[in-house]
């Protein structure tokens, strides 16, 4: 594995050359970036007379703050694994291979490392409470049990931390990767760690007043949604109520051999387990790791990253696919035609591709923007899109009513981003009212389910070459 080790640094002209030289003796294939946040200390030059092929710099023309450091650094890491590494020398980077190893095992997504499980310079009173106020407030607001928030040795896998964009451009993003964390759903390891702390004297800078602003940052990620795409599945696997009708109003034309793309959380997958060979599919990292998680001794299940933009995959192709279920995916797809094509492709002769689309261009809201869906779907319009890519429409209908009308009233209306939790709840518990549609055929819905069938003859669509699948 890799490791993307990220130094912010600020006017850190006496400790700068150490802590490098205890990074780079850390025996791990390393990468080290290092962002210079506007020192005008003379810590500038050093890095710029830096000769070594093993460390990138990047300068801030002034100082923005840790955060705006941090996101500098992570956006040019390439690791599986990236750690947050202080310049003040305040933490040791020879035990960065204890910090990393939940991570290389497999247990965790993050790692916190926690002054206060190991052995410490003894230091303030103010910053001891200070923190232990701090973690006690993210402890009740997240539901968990850290020990040390503020700590600044964190650990994170690579996808994770390059997803962060943090807001705050202060020792504000301390708890907002916190808070991101846990709301995400991560699995989050603490493992003891030495700190030596500086006094004010010898250099530190965080203040009393970045406690006030580490409340505001946990409150602020507390009750707003940073990544709306995460926030809704995770909202709709609440909806299980849902899931299960969806599975059942198509689970007539589902076959055995079935891949499903953009399985996200597994909502719909969790109730097709028992096929013949299911192929759940994701294009993010943490989506496929849960799905790993989930699925972990089942033989039937597989776990693939599949983007639909690839085309026809050759490994997929060959496993003789007789059903694919795309359900809520194609509208984020900006070339859908090929996306189909490249489906067509993947299937057997007459095999089935089973859609779920958002329906009515006129209820195209903030929801969808937000949702990154280019488009919503006419009825007429995706049937000719579908017979252009190698399909015959077998059967399609109108789903969910009482959706549509909520959509309307909290997109158009309202102009939300996010659909409110507690909706989704009470959706959940009147959403039997949906099986009286099977027997009205309503003219409008939420969404546009269709079932397709293959030709006999389909040109698969730029073959990508084959890639050894993942098996839980």
């Not at 600020?10 to 205890?22: D, G, S, V």
């Not at 903030?366 to 280019?374: A, F, G, I, K, S």
């Amino acid at each position: 594995m890799k490791l993307s080790i990220v130094i912010p640094v600020y006017n850190e002209i006496h400790t700068i050359e150490e802590i490098l030289r205890q990074v780079r003796a850390i025996p791990l294939e390393l990468e080290i970036i290092i962002v210079d946040d506007g020192s005008t200390d003379g810590t500038r030059e050093v890095l710029q007379a830096l000769d070594a092929p093993d460390i990138k710099v990047f300068f801030h023309e002034k100082n923005v703050g840790k955060g705006g450091a941090l996101n500098t650094g992570f956006a040019h890491t390439t690791g599986d694994i990236v750690v947050i590494q202080d310049a003040d020398l305040e933490y040791l980077p020879e035990e960065i291979p204890a910090l990393i190893d939940p991570i290389v095992k497999g247990k965790a997504d993050v790692v916190f490392g926690s002054r206060f499980l190991g052995a410490r310079r003894v230091f303030m009173f103010s910053h001891l409470l200070g923190n232990k106020i701090l973690t006690l407030l993210t402890n009740i607001l997240y539901n968990t049990t850290l020990t040390d928030m503020e700590t600044c040795y964190k650990a994170f896998r690579g996808d994770v931390a390059r997803s962060l964009n943090l807001r705050a451009r202060d020792f504000g993003c301390e708890p907002e990767m916190t808070a991101k964390v846990f709301r995400r759903g991560l699995r989050v390891y603490e493992i003891p760690i030495s700190y030596d702390g500086r006094t004010y004297a010898e250099g530190k800078k965080i203040t009393w007043r970045d406690g006030f602003k580490a409340v505001y940052w946990l409150l602020r990620c507390r009750f707003t949604v940073d990544d709306v795409g995460h926030e809704t599945l995770r909202r709709m696997a609440a909806t299980d109520r849902y899931s299960r009708l969806i599975v059942q109003r198509i689970e007539g034309d589902v076959g055995q051999r079935v891949l499903e793309v953009g399985s996200g959380l597994g909502n719909i997958s969790g109730h097709l387990s028992r096929r013949e060979i299911l192929v759940v599919s994701d294009i993010t990292d943490t989506y496929l790791e849960k799905l790993q998680r989930r699925f972990a001794g089942n033989s039937r299940v597989r776990v693939v990253r599949y983007d639909l933009n690839e085309g026809t995959r050759a490994d997929l192709r060959d496993l003789e696919l007789d059903t694919i279920i795309c359900l809520n995916v194609l509208e984020h797809i900006k070339d859908d035609g090929a996306a189909l094509r490249g489906l067509a492709g993947m299937l057997k002769p007459h095999g089935r591709l089973i859609l779920l689309v958002p329906a009515h261009p006129l209820l195209y809201s903030p929801l969808d923007r937000n949702l990154d869906h280019y488009r919503r779907y006419r009825r007429r319009a995706l049937h000719a899109l579908l017979k252009r890519s190698g399909f015959t429409v077998k059967r399609s209908f109108h789903f969910n009513m009482l959706g549509a009308l909520g959509w309307w009233f909290n997109g158009r209306v309202l102009r939300r981003k996010i659909l409110p939790g507690g909706q989704l709840r009470l959706f959940n518990l009147v959403v039997g009212l949906l099986r009286v549609e099977a027997l009205m055929h309503p003219p409008f819905g939420l969404s546009l389910v269709v079932t397709a069938s293959r030709g006999p003859a389909v040109e698969p669509a730029a073959l990508a070459p084959a890639t050894d699948l993942k098996t839980s």
